[in-house]
């Protein structure tokens, strides 16, 4: 751990935020949170069982972090085929780089499942299954030729029930039963917020290390360049040529902010472009050194690149 440390005193776990940066993961509660209201949408619209959709989910994209989710809003991993005139991404799977459907949002990879299977001529018996008959919906997936995988139905049923999803077809969100050690840790967790509330201007948080290996925070709670450099005991040149913003800039909840310089290299070799991407947001996401990315992709300072461009980042000099 670097140097940083010694200027920390104190290390409060601050209030969680839905940004998701490196080794952080959607949990599969927050997955379920997030998508349960469009599978039981589609299940009204279509008849298909909403466990099934949200097990096909939370398997096909590990519970939403895998590539395919994350760079191609991808759910299911519905490949292109002849039919799809959208935008592509490829990737190895049964073959070599394969073709995948890149979508805008999460709900159009939801909307285009429910089409997938509603159109798709080998899925027609599925729907003389009622919707709350999951068994028989996950067994006819296989026998229609979803997945290669000849334990798919063993998975999707496991996955329903672990997590009670049938009750989501019946039109009632699942109980969850909380065990001792999670009931200690929210306890815990409302300790941690009341002691934050007492001491709004004394938090610090913890320290993070980012895949490149650059220490960073997030934070808690909305402050100016400013003053978290003299909270933090550094220099406000320091934040603002780490962070590439102002000297006037005020961080806002949940954002990242970098205690070190970024650096000319990442784990990824490339990332594909989301809509509002900016080359200071994808520097900022990777901990990469902005004027690399901008020089190496031919970009300008607050650009606005189209989606699905591929950016091109630096693997060669990583020490690890």
């Excluded at 440390?5 to 949170?33: H, M, P």
């Excluded at 049964?94 to 798709?120: I, M, P, Q, T």
């Excluded at 509002?276 to 607050?302: A, H, M, R, V, W």
């Amino acid at each position: 751990m670097s140097k940083l440390l010694q200027c920390f005193s104190l290390a409060i776990i601050f209030l969680a935020s839905n940004w998701v940066f490196g080794q952080e993961k959607l949990t599969r509660d927050e997955y379920l949170s997030r998508f349960a209201p469009i599978a039981v949408q589609e299940m009204q619209n279509t008849g298909i069982p909403a466990s099934i959709t949200l097990a096909q989910g939370l398997l096909e994209s590990d519970n939403g972090n895998s590539m395919l989710a994350r760079k191609a809003n991808n759910h299911f991993g519905i490949k292109c085929h002849s039919s799809w005139e959208g935008k592509k991404i490829f990737k190895d799977d049964d073959a070599k780089n394969e073709c995948f459907r890149v979508y805008d949002s999460a709900w159009e990879s939801f909307r285009d499942h429910s089409n997938f299977l509603v159109n798709g001529r080998r899925y027609d018996f599925l729907f003389e299954y009622k919707s709350s008959d999951y068994k028989s919906w996950a067994n006819g997936l296989k026998k229609a030729g979803y997945a290669t995988n000849p334990k798919y139905p063993d998975l999707l049923i496991r996955i329903i029930e672990e997590n009670n999803l049938s009750d989501y077809d019946k039109g009632v969100s699942p109980k969850k039963k909380e065990n001792p050690k999670k009931e200690v840790a929210k306890k815990e967790e409302a300790q941690q917020n009341q002691v934050i509330e007492q001491n709004f201007d004394e938090v610090i948080v913890k320290i993070r290390t980012s895949d490149n290996g650059i220490d960073f925070i997030k934070m808690p709670y909305e402050l100016s360049l400013s003053r978290l450099a003299y909270q933090l005991n550094m220099a406000t040149w320091q934040f603002k040529k780490y962070n590439n913003v102002p000297k006037s800039y005020v961080f806002k909840k949940g954002e990242i902010v970098y205690l070190q310089p970024k650096k000319s290299y990442t784990k990824s070799a490339s990332y594909t472009t989301i809509k509002g991407d900016t080359p200071e947001l994808i520097s900022q996401q990777f901990g990469y050194k902005l004027k690399k990315l901008i020089k190496d992709n031919n970009l300008t300072k607050g650009q606005e690149i189209e989606a699905g461009t591929s950016i091109q980042l630096n693997t060669k000099k990583l020490p690890f």
